[in-house]
Structures are given as structure tokens and as C-alpha cells.
């Protein structure tokens, strides 16, 4: 059963509203970080398929209306960025994404070594690796028609694409408990249940221009993405929204000495990637995960238990041990396994409850933008040079 865009709005609301219910009902959802529409989220999946194993009818969400919100998304992010302050953390930044090239290395290791010792071809060991769990659906996608047509994978596509989706469930819902506990004294302890400081206000009436400035780098991403279609190099398109929002707010905004109020991109920036988490998960149709992953379940138990080993112990430790280092170690284990919106989505839930990170955010943010799928295609592409996957 398709549903147009306001439908698929109506069950991107429920969606949400589900999982604030679950969040009242079991405080310890909010307490580990997760966002509320992966709770509501991965209830209404499992709904839905109850639904279809039943044989009833199913709903089906538009993609046609997901896809504008996490560009909206990206846009706030990048209409955030202030690259005076991120400079002075360049240190940081260049860490990052050390640990991020090394963790893309790690990831195919264990991948192939594990499909190796299954019996099973290597290109799936890299399927369950960086190709799907830093990639993401973009870069699998990619990658998965390329594996089908010039290696011979049966079904490599549907592989990349139910190994992408199963990492954003795990890394929307364990991105947080990786990180629960760090931070010593600046976080609290692990079982601290002190209220979350209460939200900035924005000012109703920079809204409707902040949002005009959103909606302008979305149109400017819309407009950009076809041009780069045909490029070696497969980009996410949320890329260009972010880009389009760095530049607009350096390059134009700040020399006017008019960037935009923060309370009113936080509202925006909530409010989009709220209802395109909702989307996403009410997209999840688990009966087809569960019959195409076979293996992949396996490895991509392995993938979790080793990247959150890394963002724990290694991210936070190198990050500096402190607050922000903790919601790096968050947001690096979240956009590792998952996807970059599901990293965000979980920062900003440790925000709300420990006060803001926006340098922690920009770093996680511009690292999984911008570095690592040009890195994650490179690292890929000399890999695949080695005899062991000649065809």
C-alpha cells in the first residue's frame, strides 16, 4: 500500500509520537541515547511486519519526501559551521579522521578474513564492511552493482542494500550505550538522571528567513547532484546540502555580520531530522532483511562488537577523554555502523542532556561528510587491486 508524501508524513508523525511514548514509558531509552524516532522507529517496523507475515497489506512510505528532510538536515549543519572556530580544532579534526581511515582498514580485514573462514566469496566480507557500514546506502549501492556486474556477486545489490539498512537499526540504537559512561566529571555518572537543560527558545520571527536559507542549499544540493552523477567518485547527495550551507554562511553570511540565530537552526535542524529518522525506519521491511542477510548477521555482529571496542576505547582516548570526546566516540561509532544522520540524531539526544557540543558535531559531521566517503572509495578501490578478488 504507497502512500503519497502526506501520508507518509502521517506516519513519520506516529512514528515520532510512538517513540516518545516508549521514552516515558522506559526512561532508560533516554538515559542511553537513543533517539526517540529509532525507538518509535523500530517498533513500527516490527508492526509491520507482524502485519505482512499475517498477509495483510502493508504501508508504504514515499521516498520522494525522506530524501528533502535530510538534506534539510545537512543544510542547518552546514549553516552551523562557523570554520573560524572549527580551525582551532584542527588538531581534533585531522585525528578524526586518522581514526577513521584506520577503522575503514579494520572493518575490510575483519569482513573478508571472517567470509574467508565461512566459506564464503571476499567481496561479501567487504559488502559487511566499509563498503556498507561507513559507506552507508549510497556507496553500497554503488559498489553492490559493481561487485554484480563486473565480479560476478549474485545478488550484491540486495546484500549492500539490507546490510546498509541493518547498520543504521544497530547504530541508532547502540550509538549512545557505546558512549554511556565516558566523560568522567563533565558528564555526570553513568546512571546520572539530572534533567536536561532547557532548550533555547528561537525567536519566531528569524524562523521563516532561517528556513529560507535552508531551503535555498537544498536547492542549490537538487541542482548539484545530477552534475556529479557521472563522476568516478559516488558522492552522498546530503554532501552538497552541507557544502552549500558552509559556504553560504562563510562566504556571504559572515562577512554581512548576519549569520544565522542558532536557536532557530536547532529548531530546524530537529525538526527535519526527527521526521526523516521517522521516515527512514517506517521504510525498514525486516521479512526481506531477514531473508537476504543469511551470513551477514554473523559478520555484522562481529562489526559492531569490534567498532564500538574502537570508538570506546581508542576514539575517546586519542579525542582527548573528555566531554566531547565521549560524544565523538557517540557519533564515530553511529556513522561507522549506521549512518551519519543516525551519529547526529544521537549527539544531539547527549546534547540535550549534557548541555551543547557543536565542535564535536562539526567535526563527526564535516569527517563523514566530506573525508570519508572519498577516502572509504579510494581505500576500496586499492583493495580491490589485490589478486585475492581478481575475476
Do not use: K
Not at 20 to 34: E, Y
Amino acid at each position: 500500500m504507497a502512500l503519497d508524501a502526506v501520508g507518509s508524513l502521517a506516519v513519520a508523525a506516529l512514528v515520532i509520537l510512538l517513540g516518545r511514548a516508549l521514552h516515558r514509558g522506559f526512561p532508560a531509552l533516554t538515559r542511553w541515547h537513543i533517539p526517540e524516532p529509532v525507538s518509535g522507529g523500530t517498533a513500527w517496523a516490527l508492526g509491520v511486519a507482524l502485519l505482512h507475515l499475517a498477509g495483510a497489506p502493508v504501508p508504504e512510505t514515499s521516498a520522494a519526501i525522506r530524501e528533502p528532510m535530510l538534506l534539510a538536515f545537512f543544510a542547518t549543519v552546514g549553516l552551523s559551521a562557523d570554520l573560524r572556530q572549527l580551525l582551532q580544532g584542527g588538531a581534533l579534526l585531522a585525528r578524526f579522521a586518522l581514526l577513521t581511515v584506520a577503522l575503514i582498514l579494520a572493518q575490510n580485514a575483519l569482513g573478508v578474513g571472517l567470509a574467508l573462514a565461512l566459506g564464503l566469496d571476499p567481496l561479501i566480507g567487504l559488502l559487511a564492511g566499509s563498503v556498507t557500514l561507513v559507506g552507508g546506502h549510497g556507496t553500497g549501492a554503488a559498489f553492490g552493482a559493481l561487485f554484480a556486474r563486473d565480479y560476478g556477486l549474485p545478488a550484491a545489490l540486495e546484500l549492500a542494500v539490507a546490510a546498509s539498512t541493518l547498520g543504521i537499526v544497530i547504530g541508532g540504537l547502540l550509538a549512545g550505550p557505546v558512549a554511556r559512561g565516558l566523560g568522567g566529571g563533565a558528564f555526570g555518572p553513568a546512571g546520572d538522571d539530572s534533567p536536561p537543560p532547557p532548550p533555547r527558545r528561537p525567536d519566531e520571527a528569524a524562523l521563516a528567513p532561517t528556513l529560507a536559507l535552508v531551503l535555498l542549499c537544498v536547492a542549490a544540493a537538487l541542482a548539484l547532484v545530477p552534475l556529479a552523477r557521472n563522476w568516478p567518485v559516488t558522492l552522498p547527495d546530503f554532501l552538497w546540502a552541507l557544502l552549500a550551507g558552509v559556504l553560504l554562511r562563510n562566504l556571504i553570511l559572515a562577512p554581512l555580520r548576519q549569520p544565522p540565530p542558532p536557536p532557530a537552526l536547532e529548531a530546524l535542524s530537529g525538526v527535519t531530522l526527527a521526521l526523516f529518522l521517522a521516515l527512514a525506519m517506517a521504510a525498514l521491511r525486516l521479512w526481506e532483511l531477514v531473508a537476504l542477510a543469511g551470513p551477514l548477521l554473523l559478520l555484522l555482529a562481529a562489526q559492531t562488537l569490534a567498532t564500538a571496542l574502537f570508538a570506546r576505547w581508542l576514539v575517546f582516548h586519542v579525542m582527548g577523554r573528555d566531554a566531547e570526546a565521549a560524544v565523538c566516540a557517540a557519533g564515530f561509532f553511529g556513522f561507522a555502523i549506521g549512518s551519519t544522520a543516525t551519529a547526529v540524531a544521537t549527539m544531539r539526544e547527549m546534547e540535550n542532556r549534557h548541555g551543547p557540543m557543536p565542535r564535536a558535531i562539526l567535526i563527526v559531521s564535516l569527517t563523514a561528510g566530506l573525508f570519508v566517503t572519498l577516502a572509504n572509495a579510494l581505500l576500496l578501490s586499492l583493495i580491490l587491486v589485490l589478486p585475492l578478488f581478481a575475476r
